[in-house]
Nanobody, 126 residues
Framework: EVQLQASGGGSVQAGGSLRLSCAAS????????VGWFRQAPGRAREGVSG????????YYADSVKDRFIMTSDKVKNMVYLQMINLKPDDTAVYYC???????????????????WGSGTQVTVSS
């Protein structure tokens, strides 16, 4: 069974940093890809970052480029999201998910979702 568990959220002031972790089980990286998503109250879910393991393709939402870095550890089956220079607009529940990363009209997206992990709350105060 494909399972994911996100952790590492917390409350920080604007300009602060957090590192989220996603523990994956039930699949090998490459069988599925992994992405980070977030949802703030009253807002639609937003894709934040994702990785296509076989092609080593990383992508980021424009809103987080140059501030968030996604990494993975295939031995530990872990995926991380290092977030720096956090802004109040980054406040949301963050989720990791397994699926397939595809290029659609030149832009990477995650589709064919297999599993969603439980979220972790990130709160950034001004």
């Amino acid at each position: 069974e494909v399972q994911l568990q996100a952790s590492g959220g917390g409350s920080v002031q604007a300009g602060g940093s957090l590192r989220l972790s996603c523990a994956a089980s039930g699949f090998t990286f490459g069988d599925y890809d992994v992405g980070w998503f977030r949802q703030a109250p009253g807002r639609a879910r937003e894709g934040v970052s994702g990785i296509h393991f076989r092609d080593k393709l990383l992508y980021y939402a424009d809103s987080v480029k140059d501030r968030f870095i996604m990494t993975s550890d295939k031995v530990k089956n872990m995926v991380y999201l290092q977030m720096i220079n956090l802004k109040p607009d980054d406040t949301a529940v963050y989720y990791c998910a397994a699926g397939t990363v595809k290029l659609i009209n030149g832009t990477a997206h995650m589709t064919d979702f297999v599993s969603w992990g439980s979220g972790t709350q990130v709160t950034v105060s001004s």
